[in-house]
């Protein structure tokens, strides 16, 4: 369970990274939108975290260097783009066998499925952007995309939108939290658990609908007279 805390924890992450956080940020962030086995790495949490301790107040509690806000602004984002970029190409390079392997703790066919359900609901544009403010689904829905034939150029056009929003947005809110709250760094990790649950939420919701709707088809389902 510590274990668990610690992954979940962004002021882990930055205080594990040092001096080195800035580039570790814009590292993990990568990997976590272009690598399978990065979806567990806490994205959204980590992004607001790096904003607040670009500040020098906030960074000082946690005993290292501010990061860099200007290379994150710019860097980050890039990361995110190219990481997505790199999952389209495994998709469309190797198509549906890239996901032809058991369940384990790192894959779960069931992220791929959430994934491909999102896609066919929003749209290939819209799925693309909606996925990077939503855990798990923003790491596989890049390769599903790939795999379903979305068009390279388009799919890089809203790769760019999607990547830019998400990546700023989180930064910029993050950064202007550390220079307005005192102690920010005290409501870090009650912070994630919010972010996490208001993430997950529109999954949660899909799969309870899903689920009424299983319950109610079979009763309202009428066979054609033979």
Do not use: C
């Not at 580039?23 to 790495?41: P, Y």
């Not at 200007?70 to 549906?96: D, E, K, M, N």
């Amino acid at each position: 369970m510590d274990v668990l805390l610690d992954l979940l924890d962004p002021k882990w992450w930055l205080g594990m990274l040092g001096a080195f956080a800035t580039i570790g940020v814009i590292a993990i962030v990568f990997a976590e939108t272009g690598l399978l086995v990065g979806f567990f790495l806490p994205g959204d949490s980590l992004l607001v975290a790096a904003g607040i301790f670009s500040g020098a107040a906030a960074a000082q509690s946690l005993g290292i260097e501010p990061l860099s806000l200007p290379a994150l602004l710019v860097f980050t984002p890039l990361a995110a783009i190219a990481g997505a970029q790199l999952g389209h190409y495994l998709g469309s390079r190797f198509g549906r066998k890239m996901f032809d392997k058991p369940d384990s703790r790192l894959f779960k066919k069931e992220h791929v499925d959430k994934a491909e359900f999102y896609f066919e609901k929003f749209g290939p544009a819209k799925a693309v952007v909606v996925a990077r403010f939503m855990p798990i689904v923003r790491t596989f829905m890049n390769p599903v995309a790939g795999v379903l034939e979305m068009d390279p150029r388009r799919f890089f056009l809203w790769n760019v939108v999607g990547g830019v929003v998400w990546v700023e947005a989180l930064l910029v809110l993050g950064h202007f939290l550390g220079t307005r709250v005192e102690n920010i760094d005290k409501y870090i990790l009650p912070g994630v658990f919010v972010i996490v649950v208001l993430s997950i939420l529109p999954i949660v919701r899909e799969v309870l609908k899903n689920r009424k709707a299983a319950r109610v088809e079979p009763k309202g389902r009428h066979h054609a007279p033979k």
